[in-house]
């Protein structure tokens, strides 16, 4: 099967089913392994959509998790090209989309099995706090922007025994002042920027806010598909550290 990944999300995920050397195309910043053969057709959000269309895929996995994504699927909708458009914002959902991509590409057995194992893994991290940690993850530093009640971090914090400290602020993500960022009480900050190659840390230290802060790479917790669990290690040994502790 031909199949053409155009966010990093869908890549992991062929990738974890064991298919990466299915994808002829790919976007540029899929990292997943096995993609050496995928002809690379552009950023996520700058899709060359006629060079999707010479690689003839049977089928292109698109998303709507990335902003702006949208534009894209007009173009590839506009060249006939078959599409599975997948846009979760829990970690339910995204467990639902590997089963979608395994029905989809013949692999229901191994989607099965990799959702299984994941949610196995999730549980496993589920820590006993005296009161639950909330968490504050950040996207990006400036504007300060950070993940809110419809974001799959949401759950995935739930499900460790934490919670998201913009759990009762609307939307998927939002820019926040620094008031606003004191005023929702982390007692841990996630560094997690989106699209860069090094965290800095010390930049989120610098605010003068006393909070712990934990890098994770966006691949570990951007990307609602089976790499979420190493963002969520990353949390949860994070968490075992804080002076709020953990209960015997």
Known sequence: MRLA?????NSDILAALGVAEWVV??????????LDRARRV?????IDVQAVAETRPDLV??????????????????????????????????????????????????AQALTERFSGQLAALHGSFPRPPRVLVEWWPRPIIAATRDSWV???????????ALADRAGRSSPLTLEEV????????????????????????ARGLGVPVVCVPESGLGRPGPRLIEGAEQIAAALAGL?????E
């Open 25 to 34: 195309a790919a976007d540029n910043h899929s990292d997943a392994p096995g």
């Open 5 to 9: 990944s155009l966010t990093s999300s």
């Open 182 to 205: 004191r005023a929702s009480r982390p007692d841990l900050i996630v560094c997690s920027w989106c699209g860069v190659k090094k965290l800095r840390p010390e930049i989120i230290e």
């Open 61 to 110: 996995l698109a998303s709507l998790s990335v902003p702006g994504m949208e534009r894209v699927l007009d173009g590839l909708q506009a060249a006939g090209l078959p599409l599975l458009v997948l846009d979760p914002v829990s970690v339910p959902q995204t467990l639902q989309d590997i089963l979608t991509i395994g029905e989809a590409t013949g692999l229901q057995a191994r």
């Open 154 to 164: 949401t759950d995935l914090l739930e499900t460790i025994g934490a919670v998201n």
């Open 42 to 46: 552009g950023p996520d959000l700058q």
């Open 243 to 247: 002076e709020l502790g953990r209960k």
